[in-house]
């Protein structure tokens, strides 16, 4: 039986229950400029100086010592005439430490219907919501370069709590809520982010219709761990719902930058729901928000393939055109670019900023919407789901070391090897690399490296280099296009040395199969199959003659193989299922099975990682909690290490011994950020 790396349910206890959780806030006022309320004091200017304001009155206070906060903002009495004003908050940490000043960006994003809101008088303008972490104490000043003095101005400082849940939030609880022309990624409940539905003073209003998407950051952190992220959740979720008067979250999805997805507005993900977005452009649109401050640092992978993801889809129920333009008439109000009344064309897929006098979603994230776009059509011009679009590979040199290839946040492929004394090199950019999915890689026989990746034209793209006595990559070759159009990650294998089997997924959703003999490459031939991930390909000698093992993810969510030729490339047997589930797509490890000799030792992930024997069935689990497809490397004595991005998109290891039947140690970090 060929090895190969399955994604299999692990067996665990179950993790802890999503609760809802209290969040404490903290009001403080300083009234106005005016007519300064309680600690408040009026001095000159600003103490990192604003240009041309340095004689302008500012509003400032200083509280040194308060209870525990997590997220800051600044509210004031709502008045469409306060516009332009600059707002410099620093915090204080539990050693007493004070943080540089950081100015928050008003964030008057729009409120949707709230009559009872209204009537109430409960709206409130307000700053964006800033996640500090852990804080003691906050300082103040804000003064107004033009428009109306803000008044009944008030500090406020909330403390999200804490939940078990909120480390290990288990799988989403909302998936395939409805048929469309892409699939809809799995998204976290407002349960599992700790909503406390108690605080939710909105009744849902909907549309008639979706007509466009509108691409938000939260600004903020861009620090935080994935821990973090429910808590950071209920802190934006006070913030608007109460301290702003929306009576609910303002956006209607949230999407971390590990890619995770979360559901925000309550009233349905699937439905019309108005949310609080982009102020006079709230009905018709879909509000995605990148959590994050993506003015002041790049976007990940992760997050950008999930927004277009959940976006395909919801432009999949109502049969809106991602490249194309809609007509949207503005509500008016707020820091809205257009007066009400005005109908103003926009592209489908639009930016905070071109409806707003706001920089959302920041430069890089506005950066990222013409990708946006073109990621969205191709997920709904193909209607095909992947659920493996990130992933890293390994090989093992002759001399004895361990080869990482991954994929770093700018999208270039580097390499990493271990060192023969123990620990590892650092990371090194193979020359001219920009990869569109995760790489994979080979080693027939511990000499040489071939890595191939799909390149941001949608065809495979194939390099290779010498491993040298050190087993470092050396001088590699070039890159040689491949050719095709590939909606997934490609699969690699060999049957021996100068030997390679690319296998990938085209644009009708089958495997497609590419041969190099030594001397030529022959392909692409179909090999049939409906998938919804990456392959993982296995290179095989049966009685003299060479065949790849090639598994993939069905529709049905079980691993499916079958064997390819090994000299021409075509189908030799059916795809057959497996006993096997899956939930990020499988991958074999990076060698041929000449060097190896054929195994019963499988791998697989879902949220933690385990071995899998194909033949019986059994699994071992190694723990853990991944978010990328895992690469195998096998060594000599039978023992494996195992190679996966972490949920902080670290680089992490551990290794199995079949001598120990367990892990031998747990995940430890090997370092880099990684897509």
Same mark, same amino acid.
């Given at each position: 039986?060929?090895?190969?790396?399955?994604?299999?349910?692990?067996?665990?206890?179950?993790?802890?229950?999503?609760?809802?959780?209290?969040?404490? %806030?903290?009001?403080?006022?300083?009234?106005?400029?005016?007519?300064?309320?309680?600690?408040?004091?009026?001095?000159?200017?600003?103490?990192?100086?604003?240009?041309?304001?340095?004689?302008?009155?500012?509003?400032?206070?200083?509280?040194?010592?308060?209870?525990?906060?997590?997220?800051?903002?600044?509210?004031?009495?709502?008045?469409?005439?306060?516009?332009?004003?600059?707002?410099?908050?620093?915090?204080?940490?539990?050693?007493?430490?004070?943080? %540089?000043?950081?100015?928050?960006?008003?964030?008057?994003?729009?409120?949707?219907?709230?009559?009872?809101?209204?009537?109430?008088?409960?709206?409130?303008?307000?700053?964006?919501?800033?996640?500090?972490?852990?804080?003691?104490?906050?300082?103040?000043?804000?003064?107004?370069?033009?428009?109306?003095?803000?008044?009944?101005?008030?500090?406020?400082?909330?403390?999200?709590?804490?939940?078990?849940?909120?480390?290990?939030?288990?799988?989403?609880?909302?998936?395939?809520?409805?048929?469309?022309?892409?699939?809809?990624?799995?998204?976290?409940?407002?349960?599992?982010?700790?909503?406390?539905?108690?605080?939710?003073?909105?009744?849902?209003?909907?549309?008639?219709?979706?007509?466009?998407?509108?691409?938000?950051?939260?600004? +903020?952190?861009?620090?935080?761990?994935?821990?973090?992220?429910?808590?950071?959740?209920?802190?934006i979720y006070q913030y608007h719902a109460v301290s702003r008067g929306w009576g609910d979250i303002g956006y209607n999805v949230i999407v971390d930058k590990f890619g995770r997805v979360w559901e925000g507005r309550y009233g349905g993900l699937s439905s019309t729901v108005i949310g609080a977005h982009a102020g006079g452009f709230n009905s018709y649109t879909f509000g995605v928000s990148m959590l994050g401050n993506y003015d002041v640092a790049p976007t990940? +992978?992760?997050?950008?393939?999930?927004?277009?993801?959940?976006?395909?889809?919801?432009?999949?129920?109502?049969?809106?055109?991602?490249?194309?333009?809609?007509?949207?008439?503005?509500?008016?109000?707020?820091?809205?670019?257009?007066?009400?009344?005005?109908?103003?064309?926009?592209?489908?897929?639009?930016?905070?900023?071109?409806?707003?006098?706001?920089?959302?979603?920041?430069?890089?994230?506005?950066?990222?919407?013409?990708?946006?776009?073109?990621?969205?059509?191709?997920?709904?011009?193909?209607?095909?789901?992947?659920?493996?679009?990130?992933?890293?590979?390994?090989?093992?040199?002759?001399? $004895?070391?361990?080869?990482?290839?991954?994929?770093?946040?700018?999208?270039?492929?580097?390499?990493?090897?271990?060192?023969?004394?123990?620990?590892?090199?650092?990371?090194?950019?193979?020359?001219a690399s920009a990869a569109d999915g995760a790489p994979a890689a080979v080693s027939a026989d511990g000499t040489r490296i071939d890595v191939v990746v799909r390149g941001t034209d949608g065809g495979y793209w194939q390099n290779y280099a010498a491993l040298d006595g050190n087993g470092i990559p050396a001088q590699w070759r070039g890159w040689y296009s491949l050719g095709g159009k590939f909606t997934s990650a490609p699969g690699v294998g060999a049957t021996?040395?100068?030997?390679? $089997?690319?296998?990938?997924?085209?644009?009708?959703?089958?495997?497609?199969?590419?041969?190099?003999?030594?001397?030529?490459?022959?392909?692409?031939?179909?090999?049939?199959?409906?998938?919804?991930?990456?392959?993982?390909?296995?290179?095989?000698?049966?009685?003299?003659?060479?065949?790849?093992?090639?598994?993939?993810?069905?529709?049905?969510?079980?691993?499916?193989?079958?064997?390819?030729?090994?000299?021409?490339?075509?189908?030799?047997?059916?795809?057959?299922?497996?006993?096997?589930?899956?939930?990020?797509?499988?991958?074999?490890?990076?060698?041929?099975?000449?060097?190896?000799?054929a195994g019963t030792l499988s791998i697989g992930v879902s949220g933690g990682a385990s071995f899998a024997n194909p033949t019986d069935g059994k699994t071992i689990a190694l723990g853990g909690r991944v978010s990328s497809t895992v690469a195998l490397v096998r060594m000599p004595d039978g023992s494996v290490w195992a190679f996966a991005r972490g949920l902080d998109g670290q680089l992490w290891m551990t290794t199995w011994s079949p001598g120990s039947g367990?892990?031998?140690?747990?995940?430890?970090?090997?370092?880099?950020?990684?897509?």
């Amino acid at each position: 039986m060929t090895p190969v790396l399955l994604i299999i349910p692990v067996s665990a206890d179950p993790g802890p229950e999503a609760v809802p959780v209290p969040v404490s %806030d903290q009001e403080l006022p300083l009234g106005s400029v005016d007519a300064p309320e309680g600690e408040a004091e009026v001095q000159t200017g600003t103490t990192a100086p604003v240009p041309g304001y340095e004689s302008t009155p500012a509003l400032t206070l200083s509280e040194p010592d308060t209870a525990q906060f997590s997220t800051v903002g600044v509210t004031w009495a709502r008045d469409d005439a306060v516009t332009d004003i600059v707002i410099k908050i620093r915090v204080k940490d539990a050693a007493g430490q004070w943080s %540089d000043w950081i100015e928050l960006g008003v964030d008057d994003i729009g409120v949707a219907p709230n009559p009872q809101a209204a009537a109430a008088g409960v709206l409130r303008g307000g700053s964006e919501p800033h996640w500090a972490g852990s804080s003691f104490g906050a300082e103040l000043e804000l003064l107004t370069r033009s428009g109306s003095q803000p008044h009944d101005v008030q500090l406020i400082l909330l403390d999200p709590g804490s939940a078990p849940a909120d480390v290990d939030p288990q799988s989403p609880d909302i998936q395939d809520l409805a048929n469309a022309a892409a699939s809809m990624p799995p998204i976290y409940s407002r349960a599992q982010w700790g909503a406390n539905e108690g605080i939710r003073n909105w009744d849902p209003e909907y549309a008639s219709t979706i007509k466009a998407a509108t691409i938000h950051h939260t600004a +903020g952190s861009n620090t935080y761990s994935a821990a973090d992220v429910p808590a950071i959740l209920r802190s934006i979720y006070q913030y608007h719902a109460v301290s702003r008067g929306w009576g609910d979250i303002g956006y209607n999805v949230i999407v971390d930058k590990f890619g995770r997805v979360w559901e925000g507005r309550y009233g349905g993900l699937s439905s019309t729901v108005i949310g609080a977005h982009a102020g006079g452009f709230n009905s018709y649109t879909f509000g995605v928000s990148m959590l994050g401050n993506y003015d002041v640092a790049p976007t990940t +992978g992760p997050m950008i393939s999930s927004v277009a993801a959940v976006v395909a889809w919801k432009f999949g129920l109502y049969g809106v055109n991602p490249s194309g333009s809609t007509t949207l008439t503005s509500g008016g109000g707020g820091t809205a670019k257009y007066p009400a009344g005005r109908a103003v064309t926009l592209p489908t897929i639009f930016g905070h900023r071109d409806v707003g006098s706001t920089t959302c979603p920041g430069s890089y994230g506005y950066a990222k919407l013409g990708e946006i776009r073109s990621t969205v059509a191709a997920n709904m011009g193909s209607g095909l789901r992947d659920v493996s679009p990130s992933g890293v590979a390994a090989v093992r040199a002759q001399s $004895g070391q361990t080869t990482v290839v991954v994929r770093g946040t700018d999208s270039g492929l580097f390499t990493r090897t271990s060192l023969s004394g123990g620990g590892w090199g650092n990371y090194v950019r193979i020359p001219a690399s920009a990869a569109d999915g995760a790489p994979a890689a080979v080693s027939a026989d511990g000499t040489r490296i071939d890595v191939v990746v799909r390149g941001t034209d949608g065809g495979y793209w194939q390099n290779y280099a010498a491993l040298d006595g050190n087993g470092i990559p050396a001088q590699w070759r070039g890159w040689y296009s491949l050719g095709g159009k590939f909606t997934s990650a490609p699969g690699v294998g060999a049957t021996g040395p100068n030997t390679l $089997g690319i296998v990938g997924r085209g644009t009708d959703g089958a495997m497609w199969q590419m041969n190099w003999t030594g001397s030529a490459f022959l392909g692409w031939t179909s090999l049939g199959g409906s998938t919804i991930s990456a392959p993982a390909v296995q290179g095989q000698v049966v009685s003299g003659s060479p065949r790849y093992v090639v598994s993939a993810v069905g529709a049905d969510s079980r691993v499916w193989i079958m064997t390819a030729n090994g000299r021409s490339p075509g189908a030799t047997a059916s795809w057959a299922a497996s006993r096997f589930s899956s939930s990020l797509g499988p991958q074999t490890d990076g060698a041929s099975s000449a060097t190896v000799g054929a195994g019963t030792l499988s791998i697989g992930v879902s949220g933690g990682a385990s071995f899998a024997n194909p033949t019986d069935g059994k699994t071992i689990a190694l723990g853990g909690r991944v978010s990328s497809t895992v690469a195998l490397v096998r060594m000599p004595d039978g023992s494996v290490w195992a190679f996966a991005r972490g949920l902080d998109g670290q680089l992490w290891m551990t290794t199995w011994s079949p001598g120990s039947g367990q892990a031998s140690w747990g995940w430890a970090p090997v370092g880099g950020q990684l897509i």
